[in-house]
């Protein structure tokens, strides 16, 4: 069964637009979880680059094209900061800019050597697959390894969902190798993007999910862990 590309791509865009409304809107309810603001930045990042994919046609420039990849894997990019912050509240907002920035550098590098060497938009579409596979699956290493040392039981939907991510970016990966090589036609890649495309913005809202879910479950723990401190002190004295 095939997907409208169309329908998908405006679906993918309502969901992510609505996904970062919630996780601002989460952050203003816990302003001690520090990875909820950088994951807003990054669905909205990734928002603007499926709205641009929504203008490609057989002749779009390669510009345009361009710009939506990079914003795609800016996206990604400041969503596995976003991570790593909510692991570790010493990472700042300044260095969470300029490594998605270094990230966002060796993509474009890479970006305009596949186009001098001719390699063209299935070479430019496997690159872009690769960054994001490898973002999303370091983002859910970041998250299942944070559960290690606070024990959040919500990780484990965030960090599902993000290897979800990985798995069928490798998928995609191999399909474009074989479409590169002749043995899948074009028609078939198509295909399989629009299920990526799926399939990645049903992952990207359960990890919305589950970052809401980890700070609500951090801020009760913080709050009971304050509570009983409170408890085991006694209540002043008037």
Known sequence: MSLDPVVI?????????????????????????????PWTVALVLTTLALALYGQRAEYTPGWLIFTADLLFVGGFAMMWMSLRRFNDRRIGPDRVMIETAMVCAMFTVLSFTSWQVGGGRLLQSGLRTVFICLLAGAAAWETWRGGRKDGLHSRIVAAGALAGIAVVRVVRA????????????????????????????????VVTFGLILMATERAERERAALFDRWQSEGPPLR
């Open 9 to 37: 791509n405006l679906v993918s865009i309502i969901v992510m637009a609505a996904s970062a409304g919630v996780s601002l809107l989460t952050w203003y309810y816990h302003r001690d979880a520090p990875g909820l603001r």
């Open 174 to 205: 191999v399909a474009v190798v074989l479409q590169l090589t002749g043995v899948v036609d074009a028609a078939a890649g198509r295909v399989m993007q629009s299920y990526t495309v799926y399939i990645t913005t049903c992952c990207m809202l």
